[in-house]
């Protein structure tokens, strides 16, 4: 409806007064034609929604109407206004992240930070980091402990291990998907499309670092806490049973930002930056550390590297 | 047109019986509806209200699926010795194998569907509008494969009915290649839903080259037991001429079947016990618990009783020839492999997870009412298939004469 309306300056960047126009007219038609009660919805938004094409073959248009019917969802399901945006991939950049875990003290700061900033369910306590604790010594995955008593760290003789989507390189969760609802973009990230996604959970059984989780309830954000700056592939919110997973922070990497579980890390365990830049920090730590990656023998080539001082 | 006549009969057959089979449809269906009314709660509050979690993310639903692929395929096992070796006795029953194997596939496909998080975007499948993953993604060959399937186990014993509606006999060339197409799709499709598990290196205990065989012996044992049982209650109930040579076939293959499938399962747990690796963990789990937690494990034991107690009846040939002991054998291997290749195959792919975790599961009242409308369903579609079957295998059931010169 919106796409047809606006289809004169497609193509357009973003444009907040346009937008606007046409949220205003948007919902002056739907009180005039349907009753706005599907689950605080309008019928056409409810229509276009159902309707509406994977990412990857949606025109502009089509794009930014699918934002605007995020935006609107999310005010009448969050009563919050958020921007959703489609920031693009930057030319010449693949993203990599490496871990110093002879710093990491497991405080899992990155992990309440993440939920915050990808606004990740409060009830459904997800969480896209996971700190294992191990025995000094050990790197039995098996042997770690997962939920470990955050007031007492570090713990003497205990060493810290932060796993997240590794990003990789070669994702079997990506090969998983019967309708291609996950994939990897140009600049490394795996993203998955949440209104494609038909929840049928195989990437979950196929990824071999528990990236991947899904949304068994409608995620409940409360509204003062949700993160408005929010992208289509990231941390706009999500609908009920589809799955989702560590984006490497989207909606800010695009942007030159840091993500912000590297932000929140106190201890500056965490080295994010551009595989393809010579100069950067993380290609420093792959020349210059030992640096390993978990399950390597898999081959999935994850982005995701540890290393120690 | 006889075309809608035909189907118009074989639907009026369907519903036309005595007063205890209408007793036997409305049970069925009441079971049905119950699963649907508890299946609307999972629609509404969402899949929370399984025993499901981010730990293990497949559970009841997908083990049920699993072994029903397995009841699909065996099928074949009436259709090779009747269309391949031309065996009569074989091909008096082959349809109702047939239709068994199309009531299987339905099941398993709705299993799929109740467990996707979003049954409202299955269209997302469809070529050309979707996007279908194929050739890469298992689950979309899955899909591709089980379709097909559904279709062959349609479309063949519809052409024969169909001939035999019309008092002809059906046209052996025409239909014999769809004949020995359904034949090797019949061990695709069991073999690309070993291949769906075994596909994931990221859960070592799928992750076996063995799975595909071991899918496929455990499915030749459990299919026979099935039809065997099917095939005496037909004898029992109707008039249908199902002779005893057919059940003394099967119970062959059944034994030989699952003599091998005991035997993939001993080469799989040696090759994991004698050196207890971390691939050994999930095996570990099944069988004797981890870190406490051992839920599977009274189920896992009782299955091998199960298997092997059938087993021993099946091999002795006194006993096997008898029909009480050979029906016991039968539920004792049906029961046995449900558990062994349904929860026992899927649950312990998640236990521990890939980072160690370990996270038990069991099914809740939902999952469990939401199987049981969906096996009824199952039975509901083989009754009315079988219905007509016999009703036009028998001859009871034809178009009249004037009308039998017309093609269509
Ligand atoms: S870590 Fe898991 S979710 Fe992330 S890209 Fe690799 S397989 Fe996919
Ligand atoms: S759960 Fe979603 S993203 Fe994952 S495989 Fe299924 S459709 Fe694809």
Redo the contacts with the bound molecule.
């Keep these: 409806m919106s796409n047809n309306t606006g289809s004169g300056n497609g193509g357009g960047k973003f444009d907040q007064a346009r937008r606007n126009f046409l949220r205003g007219i948007g919902i002056g038609t739907a009180a005039a034609v349907a009753q706005p009660a599907w689950g605080g919805q309008t019928f056409q938004d409810t229509f276009a929604d159902f309707f509406q094409k994977d990412y990857r073959r949606m025109s502009v248009d089509e794009i930014e109407a699918a934002l605007e019917r995020i935006e609107r969802k999310a005010e009448a399901r969050y009563d919050v206004e958020i921007d959703c945006q489609n920031t693009p991939p930057q030319p010449g950049v693949v993203y990599g992240y490496a871990i110093n875990i002879s710093r990491c003290k497991g405080y899992r700061d990155c992990v309440h930070a993440c939920v915050k900033e990808n606004n990740l369910g409060r009830d459904s306590q997800m969480q896209y980091i996971r700190v294992l604790e191990m025995d000094q010594g050990d790197f039995n995955l098996e042997h770690s402990d997962h939920y470990y008593e955050p007031e007492t760290v570090p713990v003497e003789g205990k060493h810290y291990l932060p796993v997240q989507c590794m990003q990789c390189d070669d994702p079997p969760?990506v090969k998983?998907?019967?309708?291609?609802?996950?994939w990897m973009e140009p600049d490394g990230i795996v993203v998955?499309?949440y209104d494609?996604?038909?929840?049928?959970?195989?990437?979950?059984a196929?990824c071999p670092y528990w990236a991947?989780h899904?949304n068994w309830t409608v995620p409940e954000i409360p509204a003062e806490e949700m993160n408005t700056n929010t992208h289509y592939l990231g941390n706009r919110p999500r609908p009920r049973g589809?799955?989702e997973k560590c984006h490497f922070c989207i909606h800010r990497t695009r942007k030159g930002q840091q993500p912000a579980c590297m932000e929140a890390c106190p201890t500056g365990s965490r080295i994010f930056g551009n595989l393809l830049d010579p100069d950067s920090a993380i290609r420093y730590v792959l020349a210059n550390k030992q640096v390993f990656r978990l399950k390597e023998d898999l081959g999935t080539e994850p982005k995701f590297w540890y290393f120690s001082d | 047109m006889v075309v809608i006549r035909f189907i118009f009969d074989s639907v009026r057959e369907m519903f036309r019986g005595p007063r205890e089979y209408w007793m036997w449809l409305l049970a069925l269906s009441l079971v049905v509806l119950f699963g649907a009314w508890r299946y609307s709660e999972q629609i509404t509050e969402g899949l929370v209200v399984t025993g499901m979690s981010d730990q293990v993310s497949w559970g009841f639903y997908i083990s049920n699926f699993a072994f029903l692929v397995g009841i699909a395929a065996a099928a074949v096992l009436l259709v090779i010795p009747a269309y391949i070796f031309d065996r009569k006795d074989v091909k008096d029953v082959v349809l109702v194998g047939e239709g068994m194997a199309v009531a299987a596939v339905t099941m398993a496909i709705l299993f799929v569907i109740v467990d996707l998080?979003?049954p409202d975007r299955l269209w997302?499948m469809i070529p050309g509008i979707g996007r279908f993953h194929w050739p890469v993604?298992l689950?979309a060959w899955d899909v591709l494969v089980l379709s097909v399937y559904f279709l062959l186990n349609l479309a063949i014993p519809f052409y024969v009915l169909y001939s035999r509606y019309r008092g002809k006999e059906p046209n052996f060339r025409l239909y014999f290649p769809f004949v020995v197409i359904a034949m090797f799709w019949a061990i695709s499709i069991h073999t690309v839903t070993a291949f769906l598990f075994s596909a994931n290196p990221a859960r070592p205990f799928w992750h076996t080259a063995l799975l595909g065989p071991r899918f496929i012996a455990s499915a030749f044992a459990s299919g026979p037991a099935l039809i065997i049982i099917t095939l005496q209650i037909i004898r029992k109930l109707t008039s249908y001429h199902v002779s005893q040579t057919v059940i003394d076939l099967l119970a062959l293959i059944m034994t030989t079947a699952l003599q091998i499938s005991l035997f993939f399962v001993g080469a799989e747990l040696f090759t994991d016990f004698y050196n207890e690796g971390a691939h050994a963990a999930s095996i570990h789990y099944l069988f004797f618990g981890l870190g406490g937690f051992s839920s599977l494990k009274a189920w896992i034991w009782f299955a091998l009783a199960l298997n092997l107690t059938a087993l021993v009846i099946l091999m002795i040939h006194p006993l096997r020839q008898r029909t009480v002991m050979l029906n016991i054998a039968c539920v004792m291997t049906f029961i046995g492999i449900w558990i062994e290749k349904g929860m026992g195959l899927v649950i312990p792919g998640f236990v521990p997870t890939p980072l160690g975790e370990i996270f038990e599961y069991a099914p809740t009242s939902v999952e469990l009412s939401v199987a049981a409308g969906i096996w009824a369903f199952g039975i509901l579609v083989f009754t009315l298939v079988a219905k007509a079957v016999i009703a036009i295998e028998q001859g009871k059931l034809s178009c009249p004469p004037e009308e039998q010169r017309y093609t269509l």
């Design positions: 969760c998983a998907c019967p309708v291609e609802a996950t998955v499309d494609w996604c038909i929840g049928c959970r195989y990437c979950m196929a991947r899904f589809v799955v | 998080g979003r997302h993604s689950l």
